[in-house]
């Protein structure tokens, strides 16, 4: 039984459920199945741990913010089925992809979550992989536009790159397709301030960020949220942060 079947079966789930027609842009798949699935089921898994820890008894709505092609969309359909699901995304054609064939709401996000304009609420926010391509200046726009679109007892649930993914920059485990010195700059960064950001070459305002959960705790003080659970290396080698309103 593979990783993936595992986490899934753990939810009553089998692989044989998730919607498995990938759309040929959907830069998440890189020719293996089984690898795919893992990710939306490691959303899952965070999902539901951050449920519990929101003390969160059922789920009747979740947005996917930055769903991407439905990576996690799909297993969040086959586990919610009877949830609203919206997904959103700055890519027109992920978002038209999850419409038309997994079947949910969505809308197209912008950079600028200040630009994003939703009269709507959910019970559950899910972030994965949002917070770690922007910098420090963005992270208060968009923690607040979570706590504005959750329902009264709801969670945002995100992810975070720390510790763990700062010695993978360091050993060089990860291609990060940043400049040549700019992961060295990354990691001396982290190591003093628990926060570095760099640019994608020629993506001005989307790249590789690196966030202590000290630094992160910080930011999250400053806004009406509370942190419920932090979990180390909760997907994959992302820690995951749950938060919910009120303090």
């Known amino acids: 039984m593979s990783r993936a079947d595992e986490l899934l079966a753990a939810h009553g789930l089998r692989a044989s459920d998730i919607e498995q027609r990938i759309s040929p842009n959907d830069v998440m798949f890189a020719g293996n199945i089984g690898a795919y699935l893992l990710g939306g089921a490691g959303s899952l898994r965070a999902i539901e741990r951050g ?4 003390a969160l008894t059922a789920v009747r709505s979740i947005l996917d913010f930055g769903c991407g092609h439905g990576r996690a969309l ?9 949830a609203r699901l919206v997904g959103c995304d700055v890519d027109r054609d992920g978002v038209d992809f999850c419409r038309t064939t997994l079947g949910v709401d969505t809308f197209v996000s ?4 200040r630009a ?10 899910w972030a994965g992989s949002v917070l770690t391509h922007v910098g420090a200046e963005r992270w208060p726009l968009f923690l607040r ?3 504005a679109h959750l329902n009264p007892g709801g969670a945002a649930i995100f992810t975070f790159q720390s510790h763990a993914a700062r010695d993978l920059v360091q050993a060089n485990g990860v291609d990060l397709s940043l400049a040549p010195g700019a992961p060295e700059a990354l990691v001396r960064e982290f190591d003093r ?3 570095a950001y760099a640019d994608y070459p020629g993506q001005d305002g989307y790249g590789v960020t690196l966030s202590s959960f000290e630094w992160v705790r910080d930011a999250v003080a400053a806004t009406g949220l509370r942190i419920v659970d932090h979990a180390e290396r909760g997907w994959g080698v992302h820690d995951v942060l749950t938060l919910t309103a009120g303090r």
């Open 116 to 125: 994003i304009d939703l009269d709507d609420r959910f019970d559950a926010v």
């Open 74 to 82: 799909r297993v969040l359909k086959a586990a919610y089925p009877d």
């Open 110 to 113: 912008d950079a600028d979550p």
């Open 51 to 54: 449920r519990r820890a929101a």
């Open 193 to 195: 301030a628990g926060f």
């Open 145 to 147: 536009w979570f706590e």
